[in-house]
């Protein structure tokens, strides 16, 4: 679809939008409703671990997942919880009474049209390496479609009137920088740390009776099979802004990193974007395996032992474990021209951590007994400040003391 399509079809629809918008002021909010959902439409990130929790400790509260997915809404009823699909009748009704909005991107997450008079409060979805939102300059033109800032605001209106009342952070740090990035008030960003990494200090047996409960049959199986090897690598790679399959310009050799991952008795999953391209057929390599972008990986990583990695948040979460991390920014003079700028040198991630500039250079980490598992000062300042808080009680108790008050 051409960019002028796209502008007359949104001349077309928005008026009507902005009415649903201004009728949804006018509904009563109920403050115990608290509806959750995902930008992508699964079960996954922030949102999901706090929802659960509502679900297990605060029976009082109405918590209701919202999505676009209709197998996600299907696998949670299975589960025994609350879920509709977007354009419902009950995920519209849902939507127009909840009193909270907990999303991973914005109210888009539920439904922004619906949500006036909700208190929208995004969870996010990593600790910034790399720009984002209106920080990021490289993108914004594919990001908004017009030059006059007014039109933005009519077409565009999560990024200025449907915005977020607060931002969970896991840092001062971070907080100042999703100040920049949202145009919120740094005091409006909550230092309680994410939900989703409660899950990377539980004990093996808990993280089991975790995925028993709440996880799919594909989740039990792969860990239960993870058994059976001395050492797992997970690659999660950042994702680049065009799609591109940046995994054939990394120069990777499956066959040989299989055949070297075959005979140490090694293990590596692949865990991509779901906008990123993969040329290669990766199923006829024995010990490496391509995982559904849709699977939440958090309740997997306690059973890896080294994660592979770029310019991507996980490499934050990931060290909360104290486990080896191997970063591989082969693209990083590209990466920073063409997709993102950084909020820091990047020398900043990589002290003290083992750094692969080319695929031989990878190859010959995962060889080796080498092993990196210290820390650096960029770690400390943006999410062990926050480590030994219990994020989930924390949001749910300055919701119910601050926002309801």
Same mark, same amino acid.
């Given at each position: ?24 002021y ?41 999505s676009k997915?209709r197998d996600?809404?299907?696998?949670m009823?299975?589960?025994n ?5 977007k ?6 009704w ?56 007014i039109?933005?605001i009519f ?12 931002i969970l952070?896991t840092?001062?740090k971070v907080?100042?920088?999703f100040?920049?990035a949202?145009?919120?008030k740094k ?13 990377l200090?539980?004990?093996?047996n808990?993280?089991?009776?975790? !995925?028993?409960? &709440?996880? =799919? $049959?594909e ?5 239960? @099979? ?6 797992? *690598?997970v ?7 065009d ?12 066959e ?6 075959y ?8 865990k ?5 391209r993969?040329?290669?057929n990766?199923?006829?390599y024995?010990?490496?395996?391509l995982?559904?972008?849709k ?9 890896t032992?080294?994660? !592979?990695?770029? &310019?991507? =948040? $996980? ?6 474990? @104290? ?6 920014? *082969?693209?990083?003079e ?5 997709d ?10 990589t002290?003290?951590q ?24 960029l ?6 400040e926050?480590?030994e ?9 300055f ?7």
């Amino acid at each position: 679809m051409n960019r002028n399509l796209k502008r007359l079809l949104k001349n077309l629809v928005y008026p009507v939008l902005y009415l649903f918008l201004g009728l949804s002021y006018l509904m009563p909010r109920n403050k115990n409703v608290w509806v959750f959902g995902s930008f992508s439409g699964a079960f996954d990130d922030n949102v999901k671990y706090l929802f659960i929790y509502v679900n297990e400790h605060c029976p009082k509260i109405r918590p209701i997942w919202v999505s676009k997915n209709r197998d996600t809404v299907n696998f949670m009823r299975n589960k025994n919880f609350k879920a509709y699909h977007k354009y419902s009748i009950q995920g519209l009704w849902y939507a127009l009474r909840g009193g909270f909005y907990l999303v991973n991107g914005s109210a888009l997450d539920i439904n922004a049209w619906v949500s006036g008079g909700s208190v929208i409060i995004t969870l996010w979805h990593g600790v910034p390496i790399k720009k984002i939102a209106f920080d990021d300059e490289i993108n914004k033109d594919r990001i908004f479609l017009f030059e006059s800032k007014i039109k933005n605001i009519f077409f565009y209106p999560t990024f200025y009137m449907i915005k977020s009342n607060f931002i969970l952070s896991t840092s001062k740090k971070v907080s100042a920088l999703f100040s920049s990035a949202f145009l919120v008030k740094k005091e409006k960003c909550l230092n309680f740390g994410y939900p989703r990494n409660e899950i990377l200090s539980y004990s093996k047996n808990n993280i089991m009776n975790f !995925i028993e409960k &709440y996880e =799919s $049959i594909e989740t039990k199986k792969l860990v239960q @099979n993870l058994k059976d090897y001395d050492k797992v *690598f997970v690659y999660m790679p950042t994702w680049r802004d065009d799609g591109r399959d940046f995994i054939q310009s990394a120069g990777f050799d499956f066959e040989t990193l299989n055949k070297i991952l075959y005979e140490k008795n090694y293990y590596l999953i692949l865990k991509l974007h779901h906008l990123t391209r993969l040329s290669v057929n990766i199923e006829q390599y024995e010990n490496i395996l391509l995982i559904d972008n849709k699977l939440d990986v958090y309740p997997i990583l306690p059973f890896t032992d080294c994660l !592979i990695t770029d &310019y991507s =948040s $996980i490499f934050f979460d990931y060290k909360l474990m @104290n486990k080896e991390v191997i970063l591989f920014p *082969f693209d990083k003079e590209e990466y920073i021209s063409k997709d993102r700028e950084m909020y820091y040198d990047y020398s900043l991630v990589t002290e003290n951590q083992l750094v692969a500039n080319s695929f031989s250079e990878l190859l010959k980490f995962i060889q080796s007994d080498v092993k990196s598992t210290k820390n650096n000062k960029l770690l400390q300042e943006m999410i062990f400040e926050t480590r030994e808080i219990d994020s989930c009680k924390e949001i749910v108790e300055f919701i119910q003391l601050t926002c309801r008050a």
